[in-house]
């Protein structure tokens, strides 16, 4: 059995948090998964870009910005990380502080700075508070990523991109060597047929590692498509989702409109993945 040093990582994308019929926030979602959040859980919380995009939209006639799309992406991100930040503090039990973590690829790529993100994340949790994780999007500029990442790759293999925020979720669970990381998406988990709700695959689980990985490469080749674009999918949770898996962290794909403690106790549907204890 591990020895786990954190408790629970969450991670809810971009799509969760947005009512699709009439594309504005779900404010259920927020105060369902807020209200459950306590201290020796981190959540990293997709939604700045797109909820700063609806925003805007909603101040400036429904009219969307236009231009450089980098420039778009950091203009809508900053304005979506105020009103993602304002609604996870309305809900969050007051009793409990709440703490802004913003990242770029760069702190879990140095040695150094991928320690002080540990100490800063453990010491939220010793200090009755709950860190609120996110990729830095409105200072990071996709092209100087590219060349930045391209440098590293010159000087070492595993190079963690943060591209998508599941991959930040789980390099974040890797480095806490977490219990448990939670993908929190609009669907009930992984799928053999995306179009067949039967086909739930409740339980990935093998005796070892490579047994583990053999059984989710061959799910993967089930996995097409994403909820959005630039958004990689179940495919890229199910891969992502394997970092932690070698340090003994279980992984759980669930729909973020069930209670987070009913998804953990697994009293909802959802999708396990987890090697044999």
């Known amino acids: 059995m591990a020895n786990f040093d954190f408790d629970v990582v969450v991670k809810i994308g971009s799509m969760a948090l947005i009512r699709q019929e009439d594309n504005d926030l779900d404010y259920n979602i927020f105060s369902r998964l807020a209200s ?16 700063g995009r609806l925003d805007y939209m909603k101040r ?14 950091a203009d809508y991100a900053a304005q979506g990380q105020a009103i993602l930040m304002q609604n996870y503090r309305k809900f969050i039990n007051p009793k409990y502080s709440v703490r802004q973590v913003l990242v770029e690829h760069a702190h879990f790529n140095d040695e150094e700075k991928k320690e002080h993100i540990k100490k800063l994340l453990f010491r939220a949790a010793n200090q009755n508070a709950i860190p609120i994780i996110n990729y830095n999007d409105p200072v990071c500029s996709e092209e100087n ?6 440098a590293l790759r010159n000087k070492k293999e595993n190079i963690v991109e943060c591209v998508d925020n599941d991959e930040t979720a789980a390099i974040i669970t890797k480095i806490l060597n977490a219990r448990l990381l939670v993908l929190l998406t609009s669907v009930d988990g992984i799928f053999k047929d995306k179009d067949d709700p039967n086909t739930l695959i409740p339980e990935i689980i093998a005796e070892s590692y490579e047994k583990l990985e053999k059984k989710v490469d061959e799910i993967i080749t089930y996995c097409n498509g994403s909820s959005r674009k ?19 962290t279980t992984v759980i794909i669930a729909n973020a409109k ?3 403690n009913d998804i953990i106790k697994g009293i909802v549907p959802r999708t396990l993945i987890s090697i044999e204890k």
């Open 60 to 73: 400036n006639g429904q009219r969307e910005l236009k231009g450089d799309m980098d420039e778009i992406k």
């Open 230 to 248: 630039m958004a990689g999918g179940a495919a890229a949770k199910l891969k992502f989702a394997m970092i932690p898996i070698d340090s003994g």
């Open 145 to 150: 990523r590219r060349m930045e990442i391209a």
């Open 36 to 51: 459950e959040l306590k201290p020796g859980y981190a959540l990293i919380s997709s939604g700045a870009t797109e909820i």
């Open 258 to 260: 069930y209670h987070l």
